[in-house]
């Protein structure tokens, strides 16, 4: 690396001001050690050096204590409260003050304390901050949608992404779902399976079970240019006779804009209650406490949520009791 943790640290307060990353003159404010950082280069448009910022920095602060890491995004306007205009950097740090009540000069040593983590993750001298944006900054989601269906004889999702090309040449992906095993039952392999087929948009390459019940797939996609989108849709099906945890939540391994989730029960068997769940831990969805927003089935007996913005490395989703 060409450059210092003090070299990151004033270009990230630079940028920090104003409108930050969301600001129309982004690419002018980002200086040469992000645009190092972030492999932003000179031909890149202002929307392309917003996304790659993202990515990077995203990445970089997955790892922070809770706090920390929802101020530093927040005050460089990678992520926007959506009750806060968040606007200039005086609406987001107000914001964040009051959130966490504390006066403005505490918010604004932790807002110092959260950027100087970030230049240091940065620099690290290991290399694994560096290397972790590396694997984070080929392509980001702009949109998720689901559509889970519980009215066939096995659950069935299909699962649509819109992403955006962060490098030129972007030919393959990678995609990933975790199968939510009754809770009790050991997760052994064989006891674990997944019919996967694309619907459109790509070819799978290759498939394999990671961890007991996370499977991996390997995606060939059209070359991409960086900015193009592009859109693919996966169906899983769960075989007959292996059961499923009463879940559906997204994790989410990269930047994501938006997920749109919908659920649609059997007509003969609603389920008891339906719960939004809302920026939880994985080792939290099973407990009551993680879900704490009921939410209606409608007429046709479907549930609709959608969540903006999502924080990588929490959950969001439905979980619901079924009929007895």
Same mark, same amino acid.
């Given at each position: 690396?060409?450059?210092?943790?003090?070299?990151?640290?004033?270009?990230?307060?630079?940028?920090?001001?104003?409108?930050?990353?969301?600001?129309?003159?982004?690419?002018?404010?980002?200086?040469?050690?992000?645009?190092?950082?972030?492999?932003?280069?000179?031909?890149?448009?202002?929307?392309?050096?917003?996304?790659?910022?993202?990515?990077?920095?995203?990445?970089?602060?997955?790892? $922070?204590?809770?706090?920390?890491?929802?101020?530093?995004?927040?005050?460089?306007?990678?992520?926007?409260?959506?009750?806060?205009?968040?606007?200039?950097?005086?609406?987001?740090?107000? /914001?964040?003050?009051?959130?966490?009540?504390?006066?403005?000069?505490?918010?604004?040593?932790?807002?110092?304390?959260?950027?100087?983590?970030?230049?240091?993750?940065?620099? /690290?001298?290991?290399?694994?901050?560096?290397?972790?944006?590396?694997?984070?900054?080929? /392509?980001?989601?702009? *949109?998720?949608?689901?559509?889970?269906?519980?009215?066939?004889?096995?659950?069935?999702? $299909?699962?649509?992404?819109?992403?955006?090309?962060?490098?030129?040449?972007?030919?393959?992906?990678?995609?990933?779902?975790?199968?939510?095993?009754?809770?009790?039952?050991?997760?052994?392999? *064989?006891?674990? #399976?997944?019919?996967?087929?694309?619907?459109?948009?790509?070819?799978?390459?290759?498939?394999?079970?990671?961890?007991?019940?996370?499977?991996? $797939?390997?995606?060939?996609?059209?070359?991409?240019?960086?900015?193009?989108?592009?859109?693919?849709?996966?169906?899983?099906?769960?075989?007959?006779?292996?059961?499923?945890?009463?879940?559906?939540? $997204?994790?989410?391994?990269?930047?994501?804009?938006?997920?749109?989730?919908?659920?649609?029960?059997?007509?003969?068997?609603?389920?008891?209650?339906?719960?939004?769940?809302?920026?939880?831990?994985?080792?939290?969805? #099973?407990?009551?406490?993680?879900?704490?927003?009921?939410?209606?089935?409608?007429?046709?007996?479907?549930?609709?949520?959608?969540?903006?913005?999502?924080?990588?490395?929490?959950?969001?989703?439905?979980?619901?009791?079924?009929?007895?």
């Amino acid at each position: 690396m060409s450059f210092s943790s003090d070299d990151v640290l004033a270009e990230l307060r630079k940028l920090r001001k104003g409108r930050g990353v969301a600001g129309p003159g982004v690419a002018a404010d980002t200086g040469p050690a992000l645009r190092e950082l972030c492999k932003i280069s000179n031909e890149d448009q202002p929307a392309t050096v917003r996304e790659k910022l993202r990515g990077t920095l995203n990445a970089l602060t997955d790892d $922070f204590p809770p706090d920390l890491r929802e101020i530093a995004r927040i005050s460089l306007a990678i992520e926007i409260p959506q009750d806060s205009t968040g606007q200039f950097l005086r609406d987001r740090t107000r /914001w964040l003050a009051t959130r966490s009540a504390v006066d403005d000069r505490t918010i604004r040593r932790r807002l110092d304390d959260a950027l100087l983590l970030l230049a240091q993750k940065a620099t /690290w001298s290991s290399g694994s901050g560096h290397a972790r944006a590396e694997q984070t900054d080929a /392509w980001t989601v702009r *949109r998720f949608q689901a559509l889970l269906r519980l009215d066939q004889p096995t659950p069935e999702s $299909f699962e649509r992404r819109t992403i955006v090309a962060l490098r030129d040449g972007l030919d393959q992906i990678r995609s990933s779902i975790t199968i939510p095993t009754p809770q009790g039952e050991p997760v052994l392999e *064989r006891s674990v #399976d997944l019919i996967t087929r694309v619907h459109f948009g790509a070819e799978l390459v290759a498939r394999r079970l990671l961890h007991g019940s996370r499977f991996v $797939f390997d995606l060939r996609i059209p070359p991409l240019s960086t900015g193009d989108e592009h859109e693919y849709e996966l169906v899983n099906v769960i075989p007959d006779g292996q059961e499923m945890r009463s879940h559906y939540v $997204f994790f989410p391994e990269r930047p994501c804009n938006e997920f749109d989730l919908r659920i649609r029960f059997k007509s003969t068997a609603p389920p008891v209650q339906v719960h939004v769940v809302r920026e939880v831990f994985h080792r939290d969805v #099973d407990f009551p406490g993680a879900a704490a927003e009921p939410i209606s089935v409608d007429a046709v007996h479907e549930v609709h949520v959608r969540f903006e913005n999502l924080k990588a490395g929490f959950g969001y989703g439905l979980q619901w009791a079924p009929a007895q």
